[in-house]
Each structure stands twice: as structure tokens, then as C-alpha cells.
């Protein structure tokens, strides 16, 4: 194995041991700062009669953590050799348990209960992020909060206002369902292998009072087509988008109704704008 001399001791000791392999194919990039797991556990604001579900238990030096703080401590790994690893080495921790399966491929309301609330807890492989936070925020589980580790980049769309570079469909999306903070950025130098790119750790807290949606479809099917073409304007945006089946006629009438300039971009409206837009081409219109 190649460049192990600035790895912890511990780490190195456990690829060794086990004779573990690193594979790319699952996006594998081991978070090896001490400093980070603790801020991690902080930001979670552990108690004893926490449930955490953690995505990508790793070699399990934070599951070993979160089990000496929360009541129960339920770890998903894809990888089958690590589960391995993990079934014998967290052996000791009796308020925790180790499952193999694909996050995106699993029924989450049969693993969790769907009785308890979930604190979630998870590095995310980076090709993966947005199906991933989709598949979570679109679950039916009770959430607490989600403290998720993701590519900077990644955590900038999300936390993006509008009227910046990074808002888009991604922003809009996340924010309809929570209230996103960033904790802090983290270095590349504080995983292994090395990615090509730094991370951002973040912090989902389900929003307990949503914008109110009339048809979330046609709502996010609306954010879809103002985003797909960003240098148009809003209304030609629209009247184009092929996810859409409005006239220009409506389409115009509405953004009038909700005191939107036609010409402006769909970057420059809120998550309530697209939200009343929506409502209303959903209902006004069709009741004229």
C-alpha cells in the first residue's frame, strides 16, 4: 500500500490486519481526523435515548462513538468485507448492530422503526449524495436531524440562496423539506485515500412546518424547468420546459397573479415563489 506514512497508526494497523483493500468502485474515502468525529458527535447532541442510524460504518471508530452516547446505534455498510470487519470488532458494543445493504436498495421503514425518531449520521460517497438525500428526506421515517458529511461543492448548492451561482433545483429541494446549516468545511487532507476535492459537514433539521404545496409533483417539476436553462428567462423557460404542459397565455396570467417579473430567472425566485406559482397554476388557472 502506497503514501500510509501520514494515516493514523490505528488505521494503518486495521487495512493491515484485516488485509483490506480500498475500492474505488464504492467511492471509499475514510474519514481519519479524530477532531472531525468529535465535532460530528457534538453536533448530533447526543442522549441516551437517541436512535442513530449510521450510512457507511467504515472501519467503525465512529459507530463505536455514537454507541457510547446514544441508547441504539443501527450501522449500514455496503461493503461486505468491512461488515465483516465490523461484526467482530464492535462485537462489544451490545446497543449496536451491523447491517450490510445498499442504502439506496433497502426498505429504510423496515430497518427502522418507524415508531422512534432517527438522528442520521453519514459520509456520503460522493457519486451518490443526491440520490441518497432524496431517498432519505423522501422516506417516511420520523428524522430528527441528518448530519451528513458530503463534497463541498455539493453542501454549497444546498446551503445556496437565491440570486447566487450555486441555488438550483438541489437547494430548492432540500430546503422544501429542511432548515440546512453548514457545521464547517472540512479538508481532503482529513480522509484517506485523499479525494481530488474537500468536503463540507452539514446539518439537516426537518422543517416542521412546510411551504404549503398544492401538487409537490408539479412543484418540483416547476423548479425542474426553471433550472434547466438558466440564461432564459423565467417565462420562456417555462413555456419550453417539455416536463410542463402550460401556454404562454397561463403561464403569463400566473406569474402576473404572483407579481413575478416574466423576465426574470428562475435563480432569483424563492422557494415561496416557485411555491405560489405552482399553487396557482395548479388551481386558479384551472378554475377560470
Not at 457510547?68 to 465490523?86: M, Q, T, W, Y
Not at 448492530?97 to 445498499?102: E, H, L, P, R, T
Not at 412543484?219 to 440564461?231: D, P, T
Not at 402550460?246 to 424563492?270: H, Y
Amino acid at each position: 500500500m502506497k503514501r500510509l506514512a501520514r494515516v493514523p497508526i490505528k488505521f494503518k494497523e486495521a487495512l493491515q490486519k484485516h488485509n483490506f483493500r480500498i475500492k474505488k468502485s464504492l467511492g471509499q474515502n475514510f474519514l481519519i481526523d479524530k477532531n472531525i468525529q468529535k465535532i460530528i458527535i457534538s453536533s448530533a447532541g447526543l442522549k441516551r435515548e437517541d436512535f442513530i442510524f449510521e450510512i457507511g460504518a467504515g472501519f467503525g471508530e465512529l459507530s463505536r462513538a455514537l454507541a457510547k452516547e446514544a441508547g441504539r446505534v443501527i450501522a449500514l455498510e455496503v461493503d461486505k468485507d468491512l461488515v465483516s470487519i465490523l461484526r467482530e470488532t464492535l462485537a462489544d458494543c451490545p446497543n449496536l448492530k451491523v447491517i450490510a445493504g445498499d442504502i439506496l436498495k433497502i426498505n429504510l421503514e423496515e430497518v427502522l422503526d418507524k415508531d422512534y425518531e432517527w438522528k442520521i449520521v453519514a459520509n456520503l460517497p460522493y457519486y451518490l449524495t443526491t440520490p441518497i438525500i432524496n431517498r432519505l428526506l423522501k422516506s417516511r421515517l420520523k428524522l430528527n436531524c441528518l448530519i451528513l458529511m458530503l463534497q463541498r461543492e455539493v453542501a454549497e448548492r444546498i446551503l445556496a440562496h437565491p440570486g447566487t451561482k450555486a441555488y438550483g433545483a438541489l437547494s430548492i429541494f432540500v430546503q422544501y423539506y429542511t432548515h440546512p446549516e453548514l457545521i464547517l468545511p472540512v479538508k481532503k487532507t482529513c480522509f484517506y485515500p485523499q479525494p481530488k476535492v474537500d468536503s463540507a459537514l452539514i446539518k439537516l433539521k426537518p422543517r416542521r412546518t412546510k411551504v404549503k404545496i398544492k401538487d409537490e409533483s408539479l412543484f418540483f417539476s416547476l423548479v425542474k424547468a426553471s433550472f434547466q436553462m438558466r440564461r432564459k428567462t423565467l417565462l420562456n423557460a417555462l413555456v419550453r420546459a417539455e416536463n410542463l404542459s402550460f401556454s404562454k397565455e397561463e403561464i403569463e396570467k400566473v406569474l402576473g397573479l404572483a407579481n413575478i417579473d416574466p423576465r426574470q430567472r428562475g435563480e432569483t425566485l424563492s422557494l415561496e415563489e416557485f411555491g405560489e406559482i405552482s399553487n396557482l397554476l395548479k388551481g386558479t388557472l384551472r378554475e377560470m
